[in-house]
């Protein structure tokens, strides 16, 4: 506290448990409600000044990044990068999958997703706070997004899945290893399989693939003969128990996936798209 002398009030949300009133260093501990209190009292002059001055080419926020040697740097992100950024990004998926609507296109206002990735970081920021106010706030989208937060401990613990078979996200964004920690589950289950229905579920996963094959870049799209009986008796089902029946677009980045994660998946009819960027091109390239 001694060393942050450019701080002076730190306001905390839960201050049960919390006796001081200040710290060593001179910063003072106010509760949520005590700040909004405050706020009440004071004029929207200053802010309302401060709005107007603000230039599209301004610092927007600093995002910290991973791509640093020593100590951490952050990168400052004007307003225009992240304006144009969140345009991009969601009408790039607006087109592809749709907004607004469910997973068969069916009109649907609310859109979902759970947030449990650093919000410091660029792909927390943009996919957790920027892309759904961004959504939100365009007419055109006819729609509304809730976020819901994770469980500080459901990536630790594997109970992620929890949240998914609760939430049941409409988008949904995992790193490499969180979609590996799935598959690996998956494939324990799958190994106690035998009989008619491992016979059944290896033809039905065939279909799967061959449609994934058909959907990288210089594909047809097409979807091979019965893909929509395997859709019925085997991927309905995998996505029901995973909680990504009504995902839409799920997708991957901050790190290399194996191609043998991205086939595994593929299989059972869920599409994960791979993401590549910087932070400091706020995102997505």
């Known amino acids: 506290a001694d060393q942050v002398k450019d701080v002076n009030t730190i306001v905390v949300w839960n201050t049960v448990g919390i006796t001081e009133t200040s710290l060593p260093g001179g910063q003072a501990i106010v509760s949520w409600p005590e700040m909004i209190k405050t706020g009440q009292d004071q ?7 401060r709005l107007a001055n603000i230039r599209p080419g301004h610092c927007c926020c ?44 069916v009109p649907d206002n609310e859109e979902r997703l759970i947030s449990y990735l650093p919000l410091s970081h660029v792909a927390g920021m943009m996919v957790d706070i920027i892309c759904p106010v961004a959504l939100t706030a365009n007419p055109k989208n006819n729609c509304y997004t ?28 995992g790193v490499p290893r969180v979609w590996e920690k799935i598959s690996e589950t998956m494939k324990a289950i799958g190994a106690s ?6 016979k059944v579920s290896t033809t039905m996963k065939a279909k ?26 085997v991927f309905s089902k995998v996505k029901g128990n995973l909680g990504l029946d009504c995902c839409k677009f799920g997708f991957t980045g901050a790190a ?6 991205l086939a595994y998946f593929g299989q059972l009819g869920i599409q994960i798209n791979e993401v590549y960027g ?8």
């Open 43 to 49: 004029s929207d002059t200053a802010v309302d000044q």
């Open 62 to 105: 600093l995002i910290y990044t991973s791509g640093t040697t020593g100590m951490p740097k952050a990168v400052m992100v004007s307003h225009d990068n992240i304006y144009f950024e969140a345009s991009c990004v969601m009408g790039l998926i607006g087109g592809s999958v749709g907004n607004g609507l469910d997973i068969n296109g």
């Open 146 to 173: 809730v976020v819901h937060f994770a469980r500080p401990y459901d990536l630790k613990l594997g109970t992620l899945k929890n949240s998914l078979q609760s939430i049941q996200p409409t988008f949904f964004i």
């Open 193 to 198: 399989i035998t009989g008619v229905k491992k």
């Open 208 to 233: 799967g693939l061959a449609h994934w094959r058909n959907m990288e870049m210089g594909g047809s799209g097409a979807y091979p003969c019965c893909y929509g009986l395997a859709e019925k008796i």
């Open 256 to 261: 290399p996936i194996m191609v043998d994660t």
């Open 278 to 285: 910087m932070s400091e091109c706020t995102g997505a390239c």
